[in-house]
């Protein structure tokens, strides 16, 4: 069997792409070099090791160690490059002696290392937006953070107006009106109350569907469980400032943060010291064919009708079933080829009240795929894998991982399993013309309306992500919300064979005949 260092010196010049044939040839010469096919050159990562060690002094960053002749293995030194990344290595170009990827435009492309992706700031944020579930035992921790970012941080604060209406946080509200238990929780807070009245006048306050927050945020903190992130993210449905999510909820699988130093944890942050996790949003937009009907005939009409009866249909509107409902008037949900909403965690397609089956047709880039017959459907980014389409049977995955997830839900197949597609494709989703009812469409659990005969769903992913902090890193949060929000994998170890079993499995004689002793004495 040949040793590692066997092994490097019959490398070729394929094995390390660009590497020319007198560096394959001349052996081991690389010095802890190795080439990396996204930089395209050379990197000597050994060399700054080799340097410490004869200095006297030990690296502790992890890698390989120095091998007797001073010079790591080509093997070993990509082993260790390759644990560094979450990225999946650069393919080799070359198939074989003849065979390679034709080069064209479309490879041009920069991917980051998820690893890798840490916060800056390139100016100091200066306008922090807080969220706070709607709970009283969040009332506490929400006044002392407000409190210590405004004298301490010199920050200004955003909340959402339903806050000041808080009944718990103002003093003019009539306690004769109210229930018993009431009153004792309003007197029970009435310390948190007055420290937020000293802090009341220097607030912003907004109000989600009236004002727009685009460009004006620098730095999001959610206090509460998953939920508000998921509200954060419907808040900015473009470029989202960075989020740092609180655990005060009952889950909490994206609120990585404690509570009880949070002064030392956001400083940090404010400082730059945080790492990044990407949580790409799906945008989707709805497509109704009264509105396609319209755009084909003002294309027609502009083609052959007189511009007098022209102007005449540019004005029709359409009434027929296959219109909107009342539940359809938000124009951020009634897309007209422009027009989308952002959600982070899925989008739901179900039969609603029916009682028959959705009958559902699936397009992949324009190419028909499946037809989903059962209760619906749910496409689900990797932050929502962990969410409804878990529940529906599908497999968890990392939020660094580019792709969508399309999970049925409750199929009437028995083959039907959950597929993941990669995350540039786009998903075209309609109802089949045989299908015997219509469908209903959520977005992260909000904005519930109906899909007709005719109408169609696009879904994509969105260029504009989710930058949550970590607590720690993006392998050992999510693993952590693993083991603590699901109960991943958790179940009682098996016993090792006791020395009875040892005994028993032995085959000896004697062995046996202690064993029908033991028998006829417990018997």
Known sequence: MSSPHDITKATSAQSVPGASAAEATSGPSYHGSYFDEQ??????????????????????????????NGTASDIEMRWWWRTRSLNA?????????????????????????PASQRLTWYKPPLTVLVIKKKDSQVLLPFVQLVEWLVQEKNMVVWVESAVLEDKLLRDDVKLDHESPKFRQVHEYYSGVRSRFLGLREKLVTFKDGRDDLTDRIDFIVCLGGDGTLLY????????????????????????PFQCDNFQEQVTNVLEGHAALTLRSRLRCSIHRKAERRKES???????????????????????????????CSN???????????????????NRGPSPYLSNIDIFLDGKYITSVQGDGLIVSTPTGSTAYAAAAGASMIHPSVP??????????????????VPAGVELKISISPDSRNTSRVSFDGRNDQELNHGDSLRVTTSIYPVPSICA??????????????????????????DELSDLTASGSEDTLDEFDNL?????
């Open 472 to 497: 720690q890193d993006q392998i050992s949060d999510w693993f952590d919300s693993l083991a603590e929000g699901l109960h991943w994998n958790v179940r009682k170890r098996q016993k090792c064979l």
């Open 89 to 113: 290595p650069s393919p080799v170009q070359q198939f074989g002696p003849c065979g390679r990827i034709m080069k064209n435009s479309a490879m041009v492309m920069q991917i980051q290392d």
């Open 297 to 327: 005939l003002q294309q027609a009409s502009s083609n052959v009708i007189k511009p007098s009866v022209q102007r005449q249909y540019s004005n029709v509107g359409f009434t027929d079933s296959t219109a909107c409902n009342n539940n």
């Open 519 to 523: 028998k006829m004495f417990d018997s």
């Open 403 to 420: 792709a969508i997830l399309v999970t049925p839900i409750c199929p009437h197949s028995l083959s039907f399993r959950p597929i993941v």
């Open 39 to 68: 930089e395209n050159h050379l990197l000597n990562v050994n060399n700054a090791r080799q340097k410490l060690a004869s200095n006297g002094s030990a690296s502790s960053a992890p890698g390989p160690g120095i091998l007797t």
């Open 232 to 255: 954060a993210s419907q808040l900015f449905q473009q470029s989202v400032p960075p989020v740092m999510a609180f655990y005060l909820g009952s889950l909490g699988f994206l609120t």
């Open 331 to 349: 124009a951020a949900l009634q897309p007209s080829g422009q027009n989308s909403i952002l959600v982070l965690n899925e989008v739901v397609i």
